[in-house]
């Protein structure tokens, strides 16, 4: 019986190297967000104390709400992982529960049937034998039924003990599960409080002048740092290709296939990013309408409701995600062929770096900037901008 019980716990407890190894992976990822969350929080703190509305304070709040959201739908992507987990368990247990049952039903009619016949009929048998040879044919047979009967009673005992370990199991699980459940609620509650404080600072820093001209020199900023990216992406790009040709040359490696892309057929044909909203800022040189200054926008501004779909406009490959002040989460998908979309102002990312997307993937969802709820799409050849709306569809 414990030699039984011991493989059964041995079989059942003994998970996979790499399901351990994801596991612990999750729970380090979870703890890194919480310890940059608790970095932002003390941030805004320090901001506060010195200044109710500024634009780096509106930047702490947009961090960690990002932040939070990873939060919660790392949180929501567990509980549902281990949700299937439960349903596995249950079925597993309700399979073992009939397994059982059938086994001590069969043993119950052996032993009523054994302790009918009782002992007496056991000696009975073999004094009845006409040979001595019947004798030990007869003895081997009764004593083989012994045997079987403490077989049958060792499956049992070890069944037993697969069902107690696999309960014992399941409800690890659902105690695990109510903690998750608890947890991702009350990381919604925070993230809720959050966004009600930065309404908010936001109306705060709506009403002030001097903030919206400080945000247009952050905007230059942060345009002229994507083009520095941009430029190292290319570069990248060149550096590999001179790399992988080296190779071919040196017969180290194959003649890779070549990359097609078709972009550039699409131009005036090319999906929209969402599927719905209003073009506010078009690309070109812009008049500010409260300042009323001249500025330059390196791609249009899509007025959409916070938390729209944005979708990948064509097939490629996430290059990198990135954050900047003035716009916030950004993303850049290689389109192949020189071909470069850029989205911005991003409030979630669906997706991470390396990712092959294809046309109409979601990659995450809008959010808001400072003149409203919004989404920034940009779209470059090599090193030159173009006018979106030449290439997307009429």
Known sequence: MKYALCIVMLLVTAAP?????????????????????????????????????????????????????????????EAAVLQNSIGKTKA???????????????????????YKSG???????LLSSRSINQVFVRSYYLRRFTEQRKRDADKIDMKRAEVEQVQYRLQSQLAEERRLIAEKGAEEDRYASLAADRKKVLADIRKDKNTFQREIDRQKKAAKELENVITS????????????????????????????????????????????????????????????????????????KAGSPVSSVADGEVSTILWYPSYGNLLIIN??????????????????????????????RSGEAIDGPRLHFELWKEREKQNPEHWLSR
């Open 335 to 364: 389109h192949y062929n020189g071909y470069r979309t850029v989205y911005t102002h991003l409030s979630e990312i669906s997706v991470t770096e390396g990712q092959k997307v294809n046309e109409g993937d979601l990659i995450g």
């Open 92 to 114: 597993e247990l309700n399979q073992l529960d009939t397994q059982l049952k059938f086994l001590k039903q069969h043993y119950a009619q052996y032993v009523k049937s054994a």
């Open 233 to 304: 992406l290319i570069e990248a790009d060149r550096l590999k290709k001179e790399k992988r040709d080296a190779a071919v040359k040196e017969g180290i490696l194959p003649q890779p296939p070549p990359i097609t892309g078709n972009f550039e057929s699409k131009k005036g044909k090319l999906r929209w990013p969402v599927s719905q909203g209003l073009v506010v800022a078009k690309f070109g040189n812009q008049i500010h309408p409260r300042l009323k200054t001249v500025t330059t926008n390196t791609g249009i501004d899509i007025q959409v």
């Open 119 to 125: 002992r007496v009929y056991d000696v009975e048998l």
């Open 17 to 77: 190297a790499f399901a351990q190894d994801e596991i612990t992976k999750r729970k380090n990822e979870l703890q890194n967000i919480r310890k940059q969350i608790q970095d932002f929080e003390q941030r805004i703190k320090q901001q506060q104390a010195r200044e109710k509305s500024t634009l780096e304070l509106l930047d702490s709040y947009d961090r960690k709400g990002t932040l939070l959201r990873k939060l919660i739908a790392s949180l929501k992507a």
